[in-house]
Structures are given as C-alpha cells and as structure tokens.
C-alpha cells in the first residue's frame, strides 16, 4: 500500500485561533483503503484537523491534499466555491450530532444531495437511498422521519447519506459519543462493515476496543501535536510516549 501516492495527505497542518495554536504542524498520510483512527482529549485538535481535510476550519497554514488536488486552495470566491463543492462530493462526514435535516424523510435526507450535486433522476436517486439504507439496516424506515428514529439509527441514516455520494474517503469525528450506550454497537457494526470492504475512513474517537479492532493505525493527539501513532497493537499495548500512556490508563 505505502507505494501508492497517500490519498489523503495533511502536509504541515498549522491552525490558530488568536494567540491559541490549535493545530501545531501537523502531517498526516493516510492512503487508499487505510482506516485511521485519532485519539486524544478534548481540546487536543482532532475535530479542528478532521474538519480541515474538507477545509470547513481552512488551516492557517499547510496542504491538504486528495489524491491529486489540493483542497485548501487560494482562489477567487467564485472559483473557490465551485472547487470547494466538487472536493466535498469526495468527502463522507458523520458527525457525534447526526445532522438529518428533520423536515425531510429518510429517502428526501439520502437523495437531496445526489440530486443536487450530481443531477441524477428520481428513480436513479431512489434506487441509491435503497441500496444505502439495505447496507445500514435501514431499508425498512425509508419513509420515515428522522423524529421517528432512534439515536443509533439517525447515526445510520446519516452514514448512509453520506455514502450515497459514493465518497472516496469518509470522515468520523465521535459518531457514537451522543449515543445511549446500548445503542453504540449497531452504529460500531456498520463502520466495520465499511471497514471490511476497504473503505478509507479517518475515525476520531474515544472508543480504543473499537480503534483497536477496526484500525490499521491509531494516532495520538496531545495539545494540537501527534505525539505518537502506530499500529494499535503498539499504541494500546505499549505506547512509547509517557503522555499516550497517561491518556490511555484513563481511557482504557
Ligand atoms: P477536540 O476535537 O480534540 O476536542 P477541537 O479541535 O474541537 O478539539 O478544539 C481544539 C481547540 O481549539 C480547543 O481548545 C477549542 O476550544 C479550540 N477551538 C475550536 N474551535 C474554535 C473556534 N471556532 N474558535 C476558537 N477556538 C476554537
Ligand atoms: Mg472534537
């Protein structure tokens, strides 16, 4: 894999707000079919550096690159707008608060952006939202509006609406952290599916059982610098760096 160009690649991520320093040169690879997982506290920088990769918080310094194109461009705002839109396309991203806009069903929240961006037809729309939902369990809910849904199944929802942009890469920052617990495993199951069929995802997350068994790579954030990454063999059973292992005896 290490002799492909990276697919997603963070060269010297730097970030500030005011006087704090956010992200403090921050490089990261990650490449086709790889599973990353970023760990840390609150505060460390991981929602900040995920949300960069689609230049939601635009860096203050750095690339981000996707594969051949440079996703934090300086261009005219038009140019910018338009560039900025065809990356996203690429771009799955579920967030710890499922974003379903609550005044549209299932089926309107999945083919609302492959309508829009893509311009696909109804039926071709329906067809995805249906493939989208089978894959998540979600088939049978299709009508329904998200008021309607539990916590671990909006989650699901909204990772099948991600997915019916068919994205290059996905994006997980806490997916399962607003879940009640009981709830967490049905969510935890559809990104190791993901995760089996070789899907490049970036999952920050504070549940190490759940890095350990689904990533290939775990990193450490520590007051906006990776302080440490690995396999998770070694990042969980035994991390080098003092600071992963005080982060880690109380994460555990
Ligand atoms: P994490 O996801 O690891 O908890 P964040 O990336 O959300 O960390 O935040 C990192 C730091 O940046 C925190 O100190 C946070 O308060 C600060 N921060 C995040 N967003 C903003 C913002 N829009 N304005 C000012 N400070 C921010
Ligand atoms: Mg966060």
Redesign the pocket.
């Known amino acids: 894999m290490t002799d492909q160009k990276p697919f997603v690649d963070i060269r010297h991520a730097k970030?500030s707000?005011?006087t704090?320093e956010?992200?403090k040169d921050i490089s990261l690879q990650v490449h086709r079919g790889e599973i990353v997982a970023i760990i840390?506290?609150?505060?460390?920088?991981?929602?900040?550096?995920?949300?960069a990769i689609n230049d939601l918080?635009p860096l203050s310094g750095g690339e981000i690159w996707l594969e051949d194109t440079q996703v934090n461009m300086d261009l005219p705002h038009r140019q910018y707008e338009k560039h900025i839109n065809e990356v996203r396309q690429n771009i799955g991203m579920v967030f710890q608060h499922f974003n379903l806009f609550p005044h549209l069903t299932v089926r309107e929240n999945i083919t609302l952006a492959p309508k829009l961006l893509k311009g696909i037809n109804d039926a071709e729309a329906n067809k995805l939202a249906e493939e989208q939902l089978a894959k998540v369990g979600m088939l049978e809910r299709i009508d329904y509006y998200p008021s309607q849904l539990s916590g671990g199944q909006k989650q699901r929802v909204a990772i099948a609406r991600a997915l019916a942009m068919k994205p290059k890469v996905m994006l997980f920052?806490?997916a399962t952290s607003a879940l009640d617990p009981e709830l967490v495993e049905e969510v935890n199951q559809v990104m190791k599916a993901l995760a089996e069929e070789h899907m490049t995802m970036i999952i920050?997350t504070h549940e190490m059982g759940f890095a350990e068994s689904v990533c290939d790579r775990v990193l450490f954030?520590d007051q906006?610098v990776v302080v440490e990454e690995g396999p998770p063999s070694v990042i969980f059973r035994n991390p080098q760096n003092e600071r992963t292992r005080n982060f880690l005896r109380k994460h555990l």
């Open positions: 970030k707000y005011g704090l956010v992200l840390g506290p609150s505060g460390s920088g991981k929602s900040t550096l995920l949300r918080d920052d806490e920050v954030m906006g």
